[in-house]
């Protein structure tokens, strides 16, 4: 696959992973507020319980999507870098040519 079209691949899967991880702070967001709220007006015991448990899940989400785009932006970082170092060997081969030619 040319170098080009797997460095575009690759930040468009980060830009899904960045949106994703929004979503999912917003909504880990979402139910901290829920179980503050619970706790606050002192719900039945259910409600707490479901509160919480839907805070812990919304926070293993954050953990796990932060972690996705931490390894997706760490690929693209290697891949721009290989990149730019393909480039800087084609250009330099180019020179040589032409100063030779």
Do not use: P
């Amino acid at each position: 696959m040319d170098i080009d079209k797997e460095v575009e691949l690759q930040v468009n899967i980060t830009a899904r992973l960045t949106k994703d991880h929004e979503m999912d702070v917003k909504e880990y967001n979402e139910c901290q507020e829920k179980l503050q709220i619970a706790t606050r007006d002192n719900a039945d015991d259910y409600k707490v319980v479901h509160a919480e448990r839907l805070f812990q899940e919304a926070a293993n989400m954050v953990t796990y999507s932060r972690e996705r785009l931490q390894e997706a932006v760490a690929q693209l970082t290697k891949m721009t870098e290989s990149s730019t170092s393909m480039t800087d060997v084609i250009n330099q081969t180019t020179e040589k040519e032409w100063y030779n030619g």
